[in-house]
T-cell receptor, first 115, second 112 residues
Framework: DSGVTQTPKHLITATGQRVTLRCSPR?????VYWYQQSLDQGLQFLIQ???????AKGNILERFSAQQFPDLHSELNLSSLELGDSALYFC??????????????FGPGTRLTVL | QQQVKQSPQSLIVQKGGISIINCAYE??????FPWYQQFPGKGPALLIA?????SEKKEGRFTISFNKSAKQFSLHIMDSQPGDSATYFC???????????FGQGTRLTINP
């Protein structure tokens, strides 16, 4: 168990809908990262927050947004969902900010299915 | 330039054999190369990592070999066990990219 929790575990929704994925980092970790894992794209970095502020942005669509709250939990909002958004979404956390040597600990993921 | 290419996509090895997974990169600004192990239904977990100032790092049965001039690195799993059956991802990080860039993954199966 990495100490990172994600809810829900599974989510099934329809095209055009909006969903929110939630992540709680390990105790003491200030950075939260979001990744999308699909069969054809592999693991893709979406966005990173550090202590409530956006730190780095990857291949995140404009329909997606995220935020990190004062208690350090984070939410990833996906709107106007399309079939191609079906994937596993992982949250990871680390102690630090830009130091790559701070290990990222991954949560168990949320499996999103868009029908 | 931000890509990391990983091969093979899938690999079957007999118990006790050596599993070898290869990765190649283009961006010379990458300076940290971790390998992640992912079991079905779980998130990836850091297995071993290397920085480009060394050519090899060994932790138990797992070894990373790094060739800076060829911009390649590989994971060797010695005495492979059925419990090693998982998907393995190589990754790279550089200060310029500010993010971990992952390879496409290798599904490793160790036959008993």
């Amino acid at each position: 168990d990495s100490g990172v929790t994600q809810t829900p575990k599974h989510l099934i929704t329809a095209t055009g809908q909006r969903v929110t994925l939630r992540c709680s980092p390990r105790s003491g970790d200030l950075s939260v990262y979001w990744y999308q894992q699909s069969l054809d794209q592999g693991l893709q970095f979406l966005i990173q927050y550090y202590n409530g502020e956006e730190r780095a942005k990857g291949n995140i669509l404009e329909r997606f947004s995220a935020q990190q709250f004062p208690d350090l939990h984070s939410e990833l909002n996906l709107s106007s969902l399309e079939l191609g958004d079906s994937a596993l979404y992982f949250c990871a956390s680390s102690v630090g900010d830009r130091d790559p040597y701070n290990e990222q600990f991954f949560g168990p993921g949320t499996r999103l299915t868009v029908l | 330039q931000q890509q990391v290419k990983q091969s093979p996509q899938s690999l079957i090895v007999q118990k006790g054999g050596i599993s070898i997974i290869n990765c190649a990169y283009e961006n010379t600004a990458f300076d940290y190369f971790p390998w992640y192990q992912q079991f079905p239904g779980k998130g990836p977990a850091l297995l071993i990592a290397i920085r480009p100032d060394v050519s090899e790092k060994k932790e138990g049965r797992f070894t990373i070999s790094f060739n800076k001039s060829a911009k390649q690195f590989s994971l060797h799993i010695m005495d492979s066990q059925p419990g090693d059956s998982a998907t393995y991802f190589c990754a790279a990080f550089g200060q310029g990219a500010q993010k971990l860039v992952f390879g496409q993954g290798t599904r490793l199966t160790i036959n008993p």
